[in-house]
Nanobody, 120 residues
Framework: QVQLVESGGGLVQPGGSLRLSCAAS????????TGWFRQAPGKERELVAA???????NYANYVKGRFTVSRDNAKNMMYLQMNGLKSEDTAVYYC??????????????WGKGTLVTVSS
């Protein structure tokens, strides 16, 4: 079994910053691509940012220049630094990872999410 646990969400004022973390644990051989997604009330889940095991990143247009995705492969940790937050960034943020397990299966896992609320 593999678990992804997000942390770092909370209430922040517009223009503020938050850093989300995602910890992967369990029967992990390696982690391939990882991504951060978000889902606002009444909307579909959407990709925010992704990063490969080699560090290649991809961002949704609406977060480019404000958010930075990173990972620590040795610690099985992923991060999302969010600056210049706007009210429209309010959502539950989810971590996703393609994990190669110790029995050599490649499986996508999701965390349970962490709520980010941007409001004055």
């Amino acid at each position: 079994q593999v678990q992804l646990v997000e942390s770092g969400g909370g209430l922040v004022q517009p223009g503020g910053s938050l850093r989300l973390s995602c910890a992967a644990s369990g029967s992990i051989l390696s982690i391939r691509a990882t991504g951060w997604f978000r889902q606002a009330p009444g909307k579909e889940r959407e990709l925010v940012a992704a990063i490969t095991s080699g560090g290649i990143t991809n961002y949704a247009n609406y977060v480019k220049g404000r958010f930075t995705v990173s990972r620590d492969n040795a610690k099985n940790m992923m991060y999302l630094q969010m600056n210049g937050l706007k009210s429209e960034d309010t959502a539950v943020y989810y971590c996703n990872a393609e994990v190669v397990t110790t029995n050599y299966y490649a499986i996508h896992y999701w965390g349970k999410g962490t709520l980010v609320t941007v409001s004055s």
